[in-house]
């Protein structure tokens, strides 16, 4: 595997489930993201990770629930989701937290809420 | 607070026709300035970046822009499209004291027709 891999690529839960997204990156960065793509509006940063630190929290409700448990891995835990969680989340790593450093996305995983 | 307007949702265009996408911002500070593109079901890729020096900045795959401070724009342009250009582009701006903290714009579909 290359690049920044994200299982699974599709997940339909119902609200009262538990799930979560699992996003691994094998470029040997120190920071990851979780971004939200919703349809007609722009990406928005939940949370990143800096050597496995959560350095930002974007207001994300508390149904969201990040794990870093190293560099590599990042996981999205949900639970008692709502319809309008639907959308696609999208991981990135970046070598360091700079702006200078390029964040490499996922494909993401399309998440539809029932 | 750092904000990033895209002029236009879909840009239809023939192949080899030239293309401008337009991008405007507003910071009350210095900004570094982005452009990704999303292909069908995969994740963001970047494209170009401007963090400072020359204004006109080339990136991958024949596109280049054009950081104008007086206009807050970065407007992204490409002389000769292709089909394989079809796929939605994202202009994304970074205050530099916010880290690697990226404010994306909601996106523009470029659909190349034969």
């Known amino acids: 595997e290359t690049g920044v891999t994200q299982t699974p690529r599709h997940l339909v839960m119902g609200m009262t489930n538990k799930k979560s997204l699992k996003c691994e990156q094998h470029l040997g960065h120190n920071a990851m993201y979780w971004y939200k793509q919703s349809a007609k509006k722009p990406l928005e940063l939940m949370f990143v990770y800096n050597f496995k630190e959560q350095t930002e929290n974007n207001s994300v409700p508390?149904?969201?629930?990040?794990?870093?448990?190293?560099?590599?891995?990042?996981?999205?835990h949900l639970h008692?989701?709502?319809?309008?969680?639907?959308?696609?989340?999208?991981?990135?790593?970046?070598q360091e937290l700079a702006v200078t450093y390029e964040q490499y996305f996922g494909p993401g995983t399309r998440l539809t809420v029932t | 607070a750092q904000s990033v307007t895209q002029l236009d949702s879909q840009v239809p265009v023939f192949e080899e026709a030239p293309v401008?996408?337009?991008?405007n911002y507003s910071s009350s500070v210095s900004v570094y300035l982005f452009w990704y593109v999303q292909y069908p079901n995969q994740g963001l890729q970047l494209l170009l970046k401007y963090l400072s020096g020359s204004t006109l900045v080339k990136g991958i795959n024949g596109f280049e822009a054009e950081f104008n401070k007086s206009q807050t724009s970065f407007h992204l342009r490409k002389p000769s499209v292709h089909i394989s250009d079809t796929a939605e582009y994202f202009c994304a701006v970074s205050a530099g004291e916010y880290g690697n903290k990226l404010v994306f714009g909601a996106g523009t579909i470029l659909r190349v027709k034969s």
């Not at chain 1, 508390?62 to 999205?76: D, K, T, V």
């Not at chain 1, 989701?81 to 970046?94: G, M």
């Not at chain 2, 401008?20 to 991008?23: F, H, Y």
């Open chain 2, 20 to 23: 401008e996408l337009r991008c």
């Open chain 1, 62 to 76: 508390s149904r969201f629930s990040p794990e870093c448990p190293n560099s590599s891995h990042l996981f999205l």
């Open chain 1, 80 to 94: 008692t989701l709502q319809p309008e969680d639907s959308a696609l989340y999208l991981c990135a790593s970046s």
